[in-house]
């Protein structure tokens, strides 16, 4: 997905220190999850996991139904037998999520298919009331899902590292210092957002 016209070098001009960032990196790509229920249900899945362990139970969790490959929907994970998530490598903590995720997709409570015309907060407080989804996942999905443009989480860790490395920072930003340090950053956090993290992964010397 690409940001909105001009926005990379409306960030450029606005934060010369983020511009660097932003030259080093190149160009912007994020991969968007248009299924709305799969994205929250691999939100689920890879909490709280190092990415190659979370990505072996996602592909196990994926070949427990008919079509391999394909992410269920709501009524085919609430009837997904307990024991064959388990033996995908899902906790019994996840598989709790996971049903509350889809009782709630399927009761309308989680209101899939109307996020478009909600505003970002409106969007996190509803999300917010599915079990194991919390503020960080909520923003996740506003990003990856639905690409929205303007998302800063504020408690992402990978972002305040990013920002401590690039703005050359003695220690890690508060949520009050990164609010400081992305206000030129509006209405394009989100391109923001996903530079930095790309530019942490940089080695030192690709930095600019």
Do not use: C, H
């Amino acid at each position: 997905m690409k940001p909105a016209a001009g926005a990379v070098r409306y960030l450029k001009e606005a934060d010369p220190i983020l511009g660097r960032a932003i030259e080093s990196v190149g160009p912007y790509r994020l991969k968007r999850q248009p299924n709305q229920f799969g994205a929250l249900v691999e939100a689920i899945l890879y909490q709280q996991l190092a990415l190659n362990a979370a990505a072996t139970i996602a592909r196990r969790f994926r070949r427990l139904y008919a079509n391999p490959g394909r992410l269920p929907r709501p009524e085919e994970l609430r009837r997904t037998p307990a024991r064959k998530l388990r033996a995908a490598g899902i906790s019994r903590q996840k598989i709790g999520y996971l049903r509350d995720l889809a009782r709630k997709a399927a009761s309308g409570r989680l209101r899939l298919g109307r996020f478009r015309g909600m505003s970002d907060e409106e969007v996190i407080a509803n999300l917010i009331q599915v079990k194991g989804i919390g503020r960080w996942t909520a923003e996740m999905f506003l990003l990856f899902s639905l690409g929205r443009p303007d998302v800063l989480p504020l408690d992402d860790l990978g972002l305040r590292y990013a920002v401590k490395q690039a703005y050359r920072l003695r220690t890690l930003p508060s949520a009050t210092k990164m609010e400081r340090i992305a206000a030129p950053w509006r209405p394009y956090r989100s391109a923001a957002t996903w530079y930095l993290w790309k530019f942490r992964r940089l080695p030192e010397r690709s930095r600019g």
